[in-house]
Nanobody, 119 residues
Framework: QVQLVESGGGLAQAGDSLRLSCTAS????????VGWWRQAPGKERELVTA????????YYADSVKGRFTMSRDNRKNTVYLQIHSLIPEDTAVYYC????????????WGQGTQVTVSS
């Protein structure tokens, strides 16, 4: 069982940048894909970016392309979500989650970290 711990959320102003971290522990991390999801108040949870821990390009939702960057540090079993030019619509709880590479269902979830953007 992989455990995920997010950090880096908080209160920011529109136009600021923020970096979220997600550290994974457990066996078999390198065989997983990891995604960053977010859930805004009153809205469904959405996948914003994802990549395979073993390598390859990241996927980005159209709504975040150009402002969100996902990266990983395999030595630390940590992935990062860099958010530039924050807008109030980015206000949400951000979760990282993992799934077995090649499958469609995310099975392990972190506890989430709140990002609040004021205008």
């Amino acid at each position: 069982q992989v455990q995920l711990v997010e950090s880096g959320g908080g209160l920011a102003q529109a136009g600021d940048s923020l970096r979220l971290s997600c550290t994974a522990s457990g066996r078999g991390v390198s065989n997983l894909a990891v995604g960053w999801w977010r859930q805004a108040p009153g809205k469904e949870r959405e996948l914003v970016t994802a990549l395979a821990w073993s390598g390859g390009p990241a996927y980005y939702a159209d709504s975040v392309k150009g402002r969100f960057t996902m990266s990983r540090d395999n030595r630390k079993n940590t992935v990062y979500l860099q958010i530039h030019s924050l807008i109030p619509e980015d206000t949400a709880v951000y979760y990282c989650a993992t799934k077995r590479a090649g499958t469609s269902t995310y099975t392990n979830w972190g506890q989430g970290t709140q990002v609040t953007v004021s205008s």
